[in-house]
């Protein structure tokens, strides 16, 4: 399993740059997949979602990627501000097995310089 | 409020004693899932409630581990005899489908086992 500990991936970008975070998943099985924005001593804020039967699909300001090929996922922020600095999640779901069931990566750390 | 409520915020414990977490979950969410989040980790699945049907519990990592939930309402996460491996922020989350979609996370209770 994942044991990354404190140290979590980075990614520092200025404030109006794209940001793109990055997300391997374990499970060829998995058909549903959804980021969370984390910022610290809160719950995770569901940001926005995708089924296994897309490759992409758009939200405002925020735009997933998903490549079943590699087992991949990305989140893309247009226009980074300051109040996106937190920690980002990708989380994937079997819905054959579990609805209920989400695996969590180890997270991102997304700072936005002024 | 009309988020997710969860009790206490902080919980310090003594090796041994028995603690128990609280969730409200937001007013007619059928479903209802516990995560634990060690420091610096993403969310580890604990356990899942939908409506009626007998709980997921695949997520449990030992029988000191336990969960209630009264129909749609309260949950209880149980732990007995803690460990300082225990010791987490654990996460509940509330959901009106059974499906992931719309989970809305409460902020947590950080416990402590010392």
Not at chain 2, 76 to 105: H, K, M, W
Request: with cysteine; net charge neutral.
């Amino acid at each position: 399993g994942e044991s990354v500990g404190l140290h979590l991936p980075t990614l520092s970008v200025q404030e109006g740059d794209n940001s793109i975070i990055n997300c391997a998943y374990s499970n060829s099985a998995s058909d549903y997949f959804i980021w969370y924005k984390q910022e610290s001593g809160k719950g995770p804020q569901f940001i926005i979602d995708i089924r296994s039967n897309m490759d992409k699909r758009q939200g405002q300001r925020v735009t997933v990627l998903l490549n079943k090929t590699v087992k991949h996922l990305s989140l893309q922020i247009a226009a980074t501000q300051p109040g996106d600095s937190a920690v980002y999640f990708c989380a994937e779901n079997n819905r054959g097995t579990s609805y209920g069931k989400l695996t969590f990566g180890q997270g991102t750390i997304l700072t936005v310089h002024p | 409020g009309a988020g997710v409520s969860q009790s206490p915020s902080n919980k310090v414990t003594e090796k041994g004693k028995d603690v128990e977490l609280r969730c409200d979950p937001i007013s007619g969410h059928t479903a209802l899932y516990w995560y634990r989040q060690r420091l610096g980790q993403g969310l580890e699945f604990l356990i899942y409630f939908q409506g009626n049907s007998a709980p997921d519990k695949s997520g449990l990592p030992s029988d000191r581990f336990s969960a209630e939930r009264t129909g749609e309402s309260v949950s209880t996460l149980t732990i007995q005899r803690t460990q300082q491996e225990d010791s987490a922020v654990y996460l509940c989350a509330s959901s009106p489908r059974p499906d992931n979609t719309e989970a809305f996370f409460g902020q947590g209770t950080r416990l402590t086992v010392v």
